[in-house]
């Protein structure tokens, strides 16, 4: 059984190039749960110092809380958030235009707490963006959070790093032109990332030459965000804010089909009434045919019931004598 520290590592939720992060509960108290991210190397390592650092003076509801930090071994625990990650509700289908809107404006809302920090994410992508489950609205995501720091620095150490000889690290689809050639970077490297992010929300796939998220059937009103977030640097949104008060208005959510409840079966009353029937017909008389067998057959409520009846086959009128026998009032002879 792996361990990290006080905590127990169970289930793997996911993992990348650097590190892993498991489910787990703490030794004193299996209840408690968390998510623990391990590195896998020396980098790994190093870049969970640099997380370690930007979550310290982060206390942002749009990022998830720490539970703990270690450097020996080193990890950080996390809140463990029930929900899934946005890549994973992409592979799930195309997303709707409300959900699109709530993700969007949770995404900017982190990076406008972030930056207000001047701390740069520089790793925005689907799979570092978590939906929490809702407990109202099915299918709608609750609070969106913004996870994985590794790659965050401060805009000052940004500048400091921009001739370094390290590999540029991130993702290179949703990375902003200035770090892919190592140029000095601040905030709006991340409204980059934002644009591609939204228009892979929008149209379910990442964006080619010149295409608009309305070229591949999004709403119009959305390529105003989109081509404003991917400009060129100085015709980018100038902050998070900015992006926020530019976004179109939140349409509404579809309602939810109506599922029309199953009616409520009584089964006393049902009783009662099937009771009150066979009484009933047990003070009348009535007409069936007598098999060979000197057997007659009667439905009541929705129950067939067999009487035995002395007196040759035919067509006769009968009255119970109880629930298994039948006596003859007339019998209709051939003639």
Same mark, same amino acid.
């Given at each position: 059984?792996?361990?990290?520290?006080?905590?127990?590592?169970?289930?793997?939720?996911?993992?990348?190039?650097?590190?892993?992060?498991?489910?787990?509960?703490?030794?004193?108290?299996?209840?408690?749960?968390?998510?623990?991210?391990?590195?896998?190397?020396?980098?790994?390592?190093?870049?969970?110092?640099?997380?370690?650092?930007?979550?310290?003076?982060?206390?942002?509801?749009?990022?998830?809380?720490?539970?703990?930090?270690?450097?020996?071994?080193?990890?950080?625990?996390?809140?463990?958030?029930?929900?899934?990650?946005?890549?994973?509700?992409?592979?799930?289908?195309?997303?709707?235009?409300?959900?699109?809107?709530?993700?969007?404006?949770?995404?900017?809302?982190?990076?406008?707490? *972030?930056?207000?920090?001047?701390?740069?994410?520089?790793?925005?992508?689907?799979?570092?963006?978590?939906?929490?489950?809702?407990?109202?609205?099915?299918?709608?995501?609750?609070?969106?959070?913004?996870?994985?720091?590794?790659?965050?620095?401060?805009?000052?150490?940004?500048?400091?790093?921009?001739?370094?000889?390290?590999?540029?690290?991130?993702?290179?689809?949703?990375?902003?032109?200035?770090?892919?050639?190592?140029?000095?970077?601040?905030?709006?490297?991340?409204?980059?990332?934002?644009?591609?992010?939204?228009?892979?929300?929008?149209?379910?796939?990442?964006?080619?030459?010149?295409?608009?998220?309305?070229?591949?059937?999004?709403?119009?009103?959305?390529?105003?965000?989109?081509?404003?977030?991917?400009?060129?640097?100085?015709?980018?949104?100038?902050?998070?804010?900015?992006?926020?008060?530019?976004?179109?208005? *939140?349409?509404?959510?579809?309602?939810?089909?109506?599922?029309?409840?199953?009616?409520?079966?009584?089964?006393?009353?049902?009783?009662?009434?099937?009771?009150?029937?066979?009484?009933?017909?047990?003070?009348?008389?009535?007409?069936?045919?007598?098999?060979? *067998?000197?057997?007659?057959?009667?439905?009541?409520?929705?129950?067939?019931?067999?009487?035995?009846?002395?007196?040759?086959?035919?067509?006769?009128?009968?009255?119970?004598?109880?629930?298994?026998?039948?006596?003859?009032?007339?019998?209709?002879?051939?003639?």
């Amino acid at each position: 059984m792996k361990q990290a520290g006080e905590w127990v590592l169970g289930e793997l939720l996911g993992e990348g190039a650097f590190g892993q992060v498991y489910r787990a509960h703490a030794r004193s108290d299996p209840g408690r749960l968390a998510a623990v991210k391990v590195p896998r190397d020396d980098r790994g390592a190093a870049l969970l110092r640099t997380e370690s650092a930007a979550q310290s003076r982060l206390s942002s509801p749009r990022f998830p809380r720490v539970l703990g930090v270690s450097a020996d071994p080193p990890y950080i625990a996390f809140e463990l958030v029930d929900g899934e990650s946005l890549r994973s509700r992409l592979q799930a289908g195309k997303l709707e235009g409300h959900e699109v809107h709530l993700i969007a404006r949770g995404v900017l809302e982190a990076l406008a707490d *972030a930056h207000a920090l001047g701390i740069v994410h520089r790793d925005l992508k689907p799979e570092n963006v978590l939906l929490e489950k809702s407990a109202g609205r099915p299918g709608t995501p609750g609070r969106v959070l913004v996870t994985d720091l590794g790659l965050a620095v401060p805009v000052e150490v940004e500048h400091s790093l921009a001739d370094d000889d390290a590999p540029v690290a991130g993702s290179i689809p949703y990375m902003a032109p200035e770090i892919r050639e190592r140029r000095p970077a601040d905030e709006r490297a991340d409204l980059y990332s934002f644009g591609v992010l939204i228009f892979e929300l929008l149209t379910g796939s990442l964006p080619g030459a010149a295409e608009l998220p309305s070229s591949l059937g999004a709403e119009k009103a959305w390529d105003s965000v989109y081509t404003r977030a991917v400009a060129r640097l100085e015709k980018r949104f100038k902050s998070a804010k900015e992006a926020l008060a530019a976004l179109p208005p *939140a349409p509404e959510a579809k309602p939810a089909k109506k599922i029309e409840a199953k009616k409520r079966v009584d089964v006393k009353a049902l009783l009662d009434r099937v009771a009150k029937e066979e009484a009933d017909f047990m003070k009348k008389e009535f007409m069936a045919f007598v098999t060979p *067998a000197r057997k007659a057959h009667a439905r009541v409520g929705g129950k067939t019931y067999t009487f035995s009846v002395d007196a040759p086959p035919g067509l006769a009128v009968l009255r119970a004598v109880n629930a298994t026998r039948a006596q003859v009032v007339r019998r209709f002879e051939r003639g």
